[in-house]
């Protein structure tokens, strides 16, 4: 396992290798682009594969920040309501809209179905720069605020 040891907080940085691993195991995240300055946070079911998150999307401001080859922000993460403990991994890439034919070829079988109805036409591919993640060690609740 690719992490550092845990500190006095709860918090156990991840490695970049189990950033990916964990990425690859989730199906469901969520991509921050910036509009007009303000961040703006969308939910999409992607797939993590050849080390880029791959989604679909169609006419709005995801694909526009494709287009545009603007950098993002994309999120995924699993917690544990019982223990209090999860994990969570953050990559910063740019966007780009999948537009070459063998690129689409591909990508058309790719296991990525919204679940939100409407039309999602346009393939987006998040190659990241960097990943960071934490995960949230179990037994480190803070104690409660009353007597």
């Not at 994990?87 to 063998?102: F, R, Y």
Request: glycine content about 10%; charged content about 20%.
């Amino acid at each position: 396992m690719d992490t550092t040891h845990g500190d006095e907080t709860g918090f156990e940085a991840l490695g970049e290798q189990e950033c990916l691993e964990l990425l690859s195991l989730e199906t469901f995240g969520r991509v921050a682009v910036t509009v007009g300055g303000i961040p703006a946070v969308f939910p999409v079911n992607y797939h993590f594969v050849d080390g880029a998150i791959h989604f679909r999307t169609g006419e709005g401001i995801k694909l526009a920040a494709a287009t545009r080859h603007a950098v993002v922000a994309f999120q995924v993460d699993d917690i544990d309501r019982v223990y209090h403990a999860g994990w969570s991994v953050l990559a910063v890439g740019t966007a780009e809209e999948l537009k070459e034919s063998v690129d689409l070829t591909w990508a058309v079988e790719l296991p990525l179905r919204a679940w939100a109805p409407g039309v999602r036409e346009h393939f987006v591919r998040i190659l990241p720069d960097f990943v960071s993640g934490r995960r949230i060690i179990p037994g480190h609740d803070e104690s409660p605020p009353w007597p």
